[in-house]
């Protein structure tokens, strides 16, 4: 439910009662992380709606994304408690409470700066929001906390999956991230891989090269293995994450052929996937640490 002025907003908050935030409250975790999750969207979708019109227009424009945000902000707070009590909460709930206090301000000036805090505020409720409302579930990010944001993002989304129950989703999303940062390593390190070449007589065949970063997943899981580190002699992914490597990519043959297959455990295949992938960051993102050969040849 969306109010179209503010009015109807400082009507509508007096009238929740305290039994229905009791319900709210009363949801179970994964539920209340489900309410919670589509609320945050809704905060972050409206404030940079917000912050957009307070610079192109008038304050007619203002009102209904700012009564959005004050909305998705209140429901959360109810809904994540830890975070209602952080100072990223509290500095929500003062600016929030300072404009129902005097209501709709006549001078645009005032209007501008006043909504222009509730969007600043409500961004930093959104980040925050992810230390607080996964505590006991953010497991999957905690180990990744090393990893660059690009990479990271691929974790973030596995947390969210596993958050409202769609954890085979969480568990590919995780070892999708863990695909990712091989082949951001591969590319640091420049690796090419040598193909077969083509026969084509009467001319002499020639060796093909490509980029390993750009190989097929199949091809990038071998040439990985064969790779080994010059100074500990040791191969590039070790047994563990080629094991789940390689259930990454029976993850997508049965997605284009599927087969009635179960994948239990989907929460601690998400947890490993995100400790191999940092274990892979650290030993794979060292500046000089070179490899014992940069060129595999595919003989598989």
């Known amino acids: 439910?969306?109010?179209?002025?503010?009015?109807?907003?400082?009507?509508?908050?007096?009238?929740f009662s305290a039994g229905e935030f009791e319900r709210i409250r009363q949801m179970t975790p994964r539920a209340r992380n489900a309410f919670s999750y589509i609320q945050m969207h809704s905060i972050e979708e409206f404030a940079g709606q917000l912050l957009v019109l307070l610079s192109n227009e008038g304050p007619s424009a203002w009102q209904e994304p700012a009564c959005s945000v004050m909305e998705s902000g209140t429901l959360v707070l109810q809904t994540c408690r830890d975070l209602a009590v952080a100072p990223e909460g509290k500095a929500f709930v003062t600016t929030r409470d300072a404009i129902l206090q005097i209501g709709l301000p006549t001078d645009r000036t005032s209007t501008r700066k006043w909504y222009s805090d509730l969007a600043q505020t409500a961004r930093t409720l959104r980040v925050a929001y992810d230390r607080y409302a996964y505590a006991g579930e953010g497991t999957v990010v905690e180990h990744v906390q090393g990893l660059p944001e690009e990479l990271k993002w691929y974790f973030l989304e596995s947390r969210d999956c596993i958050s409202v129950?769609?954890?085979e989703l969480g568990a590919l999303s995780a070892l999708r991230g863990l695909?990712?940062?091989l082949r951001e390593i591969a590319r640091g390190k420049k690796l090419t891989l040598d193909l077969p070449p083509k026969a084509s007589p009467p001319a002499k065949p020639s060796i093909r090269s490509e980029p390993l970063h750009r190989a097929d997943l199949r091809d990038v899981i071998e040439a990985s293995g064969r790779?080994?580190?010059?100074?500990t002699g040791a191969p590039m992914i070790e047994k563990t994450t080629k094991?789940?490597?390689?259930?990454?990519?029976?993850?997508?043959?049965?997605?284009?052929?599927?087969?009635?297959?179960?994948?239990?455990?989907?929460?601690?295949l998400a947890i490993l996937a995100a400790k191999q992938a940092t274990l892979l960051w650290d030993e794979g993102s060292v500046p000089r640490r070179r490899l014992k050969m940069k060129n595999v040849t595919k003989n598989w």
């Open 1 to 15: 439910m969306r109010w179209k002025s503010q009015q109807e907003f400082i009507a509508t908050v007096g009238r």
């Open 179 to 181: 695909e990712a940062v």
């Open 165 to 167: 129950d769609m954890e």
């Open 227 to 231: 790779v080994q580190w010059a100074d």
């Open 243 to 268: 094991q789940l490597l390689e259930t990454l990519r029976t993850f997508r043959n049965d997605a284009a052929h599927p087969r009635k297959r179960a994948y239990p455990g989907g929460v601690e």
